[in-house]
Nanobody, 117 residues
Framework: VQLQASGGGLVPPGGSLRLSCAAS????????MGWYRQAPGKQRELVAT???????NYAASVKGRFTVSRDNAKNTVYLQMNNLKPEDTGVYYC????????????WGNGTQVTVSS
Protein backbone atom coordinates (compact mmCIF):
# COMPACT_ATOMS: atom_id res chain seq x y z
CA VAL A 1 0.00 0.00 0.00
CA GLN A 2 1.30 3.45 -0.92
CA LEU A 3 0.21 6.60 0.86
CA GLN A 4 0.49 10.09 -0.60
CA ALA A 5 -0.17 12.92 1.84
CA SER A 6 -0.39 16.66 1.33
CA GLY A 7 -1.58 19.83 3.01
CA GLY A 8 0.92 20.73 5.72
CA GLY A 9 2.31 24.19 6.28
CA LEU A 10 2.86 27.11 8.63
CA VAL A 11 -0.12 28.73 10.33
CA PRO A 12 -0.56 31.12 13.26
CA PRO A 13 -2.25 29.96 16.48
CA GLY A 14 -5.99 29.74 15.97
CA GLY A 15 -5.58 29.00 12.29
CA SER A 16 -6.74 26.03 10.24
CA LEU A 17 -5.21 23.47 7.93
CA ARG A 18 -6.55 20.51 6.01
CA LEU A 19 -4.47 17.42 5.37
CA SER A 20 -5.32 14.78 2.82
CA CYS A 21 -3.90 11.35 2.10
CA ALA A 22 -4.68 8.98 -0.75
CA ALA A 23 -4.02 5.25 -0.52
CA SER A 24 -3.33 2.94 -3.43
CA UNK A 25 -2.36 -0.68 -3.86
CA UNK A 26 -3.58 -3.73 -1.96
CA UNK A 27 -6.64 -2.30 -0.21
CA UNK A 28 -9.20 -4.67 1.27
CA UNK A 29 -12.83 -3.94 1.99
CA UNK A 30 -12.44 -3.36 5.72
CA UNK A 31 -9.65 -1.00 6.69
CA UNK A 32 -8.56 1.89 8.88
CA MET A 33 -7.04 5.17 7.75
CA GLY A 34 -5.94 8.10 9.80
CA TRP A 35 -3.20 10.29 11.18
CA TYR A 36 -0.44 10.16 13.73
CA ARG A 37 2.00 12.91 14.58
CA GLN A 38 5.46 13.28 16.04
CA ALA A 39 6.74 16.40 17.73
CA PRO A 40 10.50 17.03 18.10
CA GLY A 41 11.92 14.87 20.87
CA LYS A 42 8.66 12.99 21.40
CA GLN A 43 7.23 9.66 20.36
CA ARG A 44 4.76 9.31 17.53
CA GLU A 45 1.19 9.57 18.82
CA LEU A 46 -2.31 8.98 17.57
CA VAL A 47 -4.22 11.98 16.25
CA ALA A 48 -7.31 10.42 14.68
CA THR A 49 -8.34 7.30 12.79
CA UNK A 50 -11.48 6.25 10.98
CA UNK A 51 -12.61 2.92 9.60
CA UNK A 52 -14.33 2.78 6.25
CA UNK A 53 -17.52 2.26 8.24
CA UNK A 54 -18.32 4.64 11.10
CA UNK A 55 -15.81 4.00 13.86
CA UNK A 56 -13.74 7.08 14.70
CA ASN A 57 -11.01 7.47 17.28
CA TYR A 58 -9.54 10.83 18.39
CA ALA A 59 -6.76 11.77 20.74
CA ALA A 60 -8.18 13.68 23.71
CA SER A 61 -6.00 16.68 22.90
CA VAL A 62 -7.65 17.23 19.50
CA LYS A 63 -11.31 16.42 20.22
CA GLY A 64 -13.56 19.29 19.27
CA ARG A 65 -10.88 20.90 17.10
CA PHE A 66 -9.93 18.26 14.53
CA THR A 67 -12.24 16.28 12.27
CA VAL A 68 -11.23 13.13 10.40
CA SER A 69 -13.25 12.11 7.37
CA ARG A 70 -12.96 9.76 4.43
CA ASP A 71 -13.92 9.40 0.82
CA ASN A 72 -14.04 5.63 0.57
CA ALA A 73 -14.52 5.65 -3.19
CA LYS A 74 -11.19 7.47 -3.52
CA ASN A 75 -9.46 5.66 -0.62
CA THR A 76 -8.65 9.08 0.77
CA VAL A 77 -8.63 10.35 4.35
CA TYR A 78 -8.77 13.97 5.40
CA LEU A 79 -7.92 15.79 8.60
CA GLN A 80 -9.51 19.18 9.12
CA MET A 81 -7.61 20.97 11.85
CA ASN A 82 -9.17 24.07 13.39
CA ASN A 83 -8.10 26.31 16.26
CA LEU A 84 -4.55 25.07 15.93
CA LYS A 85 -2.22 25.45 18.88
CA PRO A 86 1.59 25.58 19.05
CA GLU A 87 1.55 22.13 20.68
CA ASP A 88 0.00 20.74 17.49
CA THR A 89 3.32 21.35 15.74
CA GLY A 90 4.95 18.23 14.37
CA VAL A 91 5.27 15.89 11.46
CA TYR A 92 1.92 14.34 10.59
CA TYR A 93 1.96 10.82 9.20
CA CYS A 94 -0.82 9.21 7.25
CA UNK A 95 -1.65 5.70 8.43
CA UNK A 96 -3.36 2.71 6.82
CA UNK A 97 -4.20 -0.79 7.94
CA UNK A 98 -6.21 -3.56 6.35
CA UNK A 99 -8.36 -4.76 9.25
CA UNK A 100 -9.61 -7.84 7.43
CA UNK A 101 -6.62 -9.59 5.92
CA UNK A 102 -4.12 -7.66 8.04
CA UNK A 103 -0.75 -7.46 6.29
CA UNK A 104 0.99 -4.77 8.29
CA UNK A 105 0.83 -1.10 9.18
CA UNK A 106 1.53 1.37 6.42
CA TRP A 107 2.84 4.91 6.82
CA GLY A 108 3.12 7.91 4.55
CA ASN A 109 6.27 10.04 4.34
CA GLY A 110 4.97 12.69 6.71
CA THR A 111 3.96 16.29 6.25
CA GLN A 112 5.16 19.15 8.46
CA VAL A 113 2.63 21.21 10.39
CA THR A 114 3.99 24.25 12.21
CA VAL A 115 1.82 26.46 14.39
CA SER A 116 3.62 29.64 15.24
CA SER A 117 3.11 33.39 15.25
Amino acid sequence: VQLQASGGGLVPPGGSLRLSCAASGRIFSINVMGWYRQAPGKQRELVATKTNAVQINYAASVKGRFTVSRDNAKNTVYLQMNNLKPEDTGVYYCYFKNTFGYDGDYWGNGTQVTVSS
